[in-house]
């Protein structure tokens, strides 16, 4: 039996974000990257108030919105603050699906956003913020655009309209239908998975005992620093994974992403895995409710720009 008990704590909202194209709008063709950086730029601009002030130099870096969301700092009086100076960030950018990069004026195009556990107390600052994105413009030329619709995902997994002044229904693992299943279960991979083993890009199916713990461990991580539980290690270390579980069939192929990094001034890779992988094994429903979660959380890293996306098809 899997015992992780701080995935009841983990709660998240996504709210769904239609734009309309006021320009000509040239994006790319992984959006992730472009939204990211215009939300950004546009909330910190929003909130910030000491703008010439490194966010690592700010005394305000633990309390500022901007900084909860895009820096995630941990505090210096953490005991693992040495190992883990950032925590997962509490926000995943989604770029709604679909391969068109060049919108013409009229045009509708957004993304999803999931915030998780604390960050949600600022839903209401950030529907500010998309209201301002369009000013500043996006993609190539900068093109601007309008908000049109803002819609929040509900417990029966149905996008309705998101009310400005009333807070929205969080969604948690006792909220959610967690599927049933025997000893088979599907994963569609469908944005690149990035997992590290010993340091080099995981380029084939992971095994399940390899997928389930590093999931495991960012949920954790998110459920302490964004959710108020415990520290999760102990829990963690006691995980009993399934060595029965095997890769049954594998699907999988390396999907090569790259954007590039204004703050870095460079090209950066997000190669990562797309495909199915289908697992087989005794114990396998026990992992379901850690599997549903992540499938609304991703997992790996480069999250927050959406990678790491998968589905879960049952048989």
Same mark, same amino acid.
């Given at each position: ?17 239609? /734009? ?21 730029? +546009? ?20 309390? %500022? ?7 995630? $700092? ?9 190992? !883990? ?23 509708? /195009? ?62 948690? #693992? ?20 990035? =997992? ?22 960012? =949920? ?6 964004? %959710?108020?539980?415990? *520290? ?24 090569? *992403?790259?954007? $590039?990094?204004? +703050? ?14 289908? !697992?087989?094994?005794?114990? =396998?429903?026990? *992992?379901?409710?850690?599997?549903? =979660? ?9 999250? +927050?720009?959406?990678?790491?996306? $998968?589905? #879960?098809?049952?048989?």
């Amino acid at each position: 039996m899997v015992n992780l008990s701080f995935i009841e704590s983990i709660t998240f909202v996504r709210v769904r974000i239609i /734009f309309e194209a006021l320009e000509p709008i040239v994006l790319p063709v992984y959006k992730g990257s472009a939204f990211r950086g215009c939300f950004g730029e +546009t909330f910190r601009n929003e909130v910030c108030t000491h703008r010439r002030v490194l966010c690592e130099n700010c005394r305000e870096r633990f309390e %500022c919105p901007f900084s909860l969301l895009f820096n995630s $700092y941990v505090q210096e009086e953490h005991p693992h603050q040495r190992k !883990y100076s950032k925590s997962p960030h509490p926000y995943i950018i989604d770029p709604l699906p679909g391969d068109k990069t060049e919108f013409a004026i009229g045009d509708t /195009f957004g993304f999803d956003l999931t915030l998780i556990g604390r960050v949600i107390d600022h839903l209401p600052l950030l529907t500010r913020t998309f209201d301002r994105m369009g000013d500043r413009g996006i993609g190539k030329g900068r093109g601007r655009f309008r908000p049109v619709d803002l819609q929040v995902l509900s417990s029966d997994l149905e996008y309705i309209p998101l009310h400005r002044y009333a807070p929205p229904q969080r969604l948690g #693992i006792s909220s959610i239908d967690v599927k049933q299943i025997e000893n088979l279960v599907v994963l569609q991979l469908d944005n690149p998975l990035r =997992l590290r083993e010993n340091g080099d890009l995981l380029r084939t199916a992971p095994e399940f005992l390899f997928f389930a713990g590093r999931l495991a461990y960012r =949920l954790g991580l998110i459920a302490h620093f964004h %959710c108020g539980t415990p *520290w999760p290690e102990p829990e963690l270390l006691a995980l009993d994974l399934p060595k029965s579980v095997r890769i049954k069939e594998s699907k999988v192929q390396i999907a090569d *992403w790259r954007r $590039y990094s204004g +703050t870095q001034d460079t090209k950066m890779n997000f190669d990562g895995l797309t495909g199915q992988i289908t !697992y087989e094994g005794e114990g =396998l429903n026990d *992992w379901m409710p850690l599997l549903t =979660l992540g499938s609304f959380l991703h997992a790996g890293s480069t999250a +927050t720009f959406g990678l790491g996306k $998968y589905s #879960i098809i049952s048989k």
